[in-house]
C-alpha cells in the first residue's frame, strides 16, 4: 500500500471514528438512553449533586463530541485521541457493571470479554488515528 493511500486510510478511518464519537456523545442527551446510562454507573461511583449518575452521563456525552470533533482539527488531534483513550477506560467500569446486570440492561449488556476486546480496539483505532494522522 502506497504511503497516500495510508493516509487516505487513516483520513478515512479518522472521520468515522469522529462521527461514532459525536453521534454517541449526542445520545447522551435523549432521556431515555440518559436513564439507561445513568443506570449503568455501578452503585460504589454514585454520589449526588455535581457527581450524579445523570450529570455524569452529560458529561460524558459532551466529552465524546468534544473528542470527536477534537479528532477532525489538526491542532487538536493528538490531545483529543489521547483523551478519548483515557475517557475509554474511565467508562468502562460502566460497561463491565452492566454486563454482570443482563438482567436489567438487556442488549445493551455486552458480554464482559467481547466488551473489554472492543474497547480496546477502539482505544487502538483512536491512538493509531490520532498519532498517525
Known amino acids: 500500500m502506497s504511503p497516500e493511500s495510508v493516509t487516505n486510510v487513516l483520513a478515512v478511518l479518522r472521520i468515522v471514528l469522529a462521527v461514532v464519537f459525536i453521534v454517541a456523545g449526542i ?13 449503568m454507573i455501578p452503585p460504589r461511583l454514585r454520589s449526588t449533586g455535581l457527581w450524579s449518575p445523570t450529570n455524569l452521563v452529560i458529561f460524558t456525552g459532551i466529552c465524546e463530541i468534544a473528542g470527536g470533533i477534537g479528532l477532525l482539527v489538526e491542532s487538536t488531534r493528538v490531545t483529543s485521541g489521547v483523551a478519548l ?9 460502566a460497561n463491565a457493571y452492566a454486563a ?21 480496539l477502539l482505544i487502538a483505532l483512536v491512538l493509531l488515528v490520532a498519532l498517525a494522522g
Not at 27 to 39: E, Y
Open 85 to 93: 483513550a483515557v475517557f475509554l477506560v474511565a467508562v468502562f467500569p
Open 100 to 120: 454482570r446486570h443482563k438482567d436489567r440492561f438487556g442488549a445493551v449488556a455486552i458480554p464482559l470479554i467481547p466488551r473489554l476486546v472492543g474497547q480496546l
Open 27 to 39: 445520545s447522551h442527551f435523549a432521556p431515555a438512553v440518559q436513564r439507561t446510562m445513568a443506570a
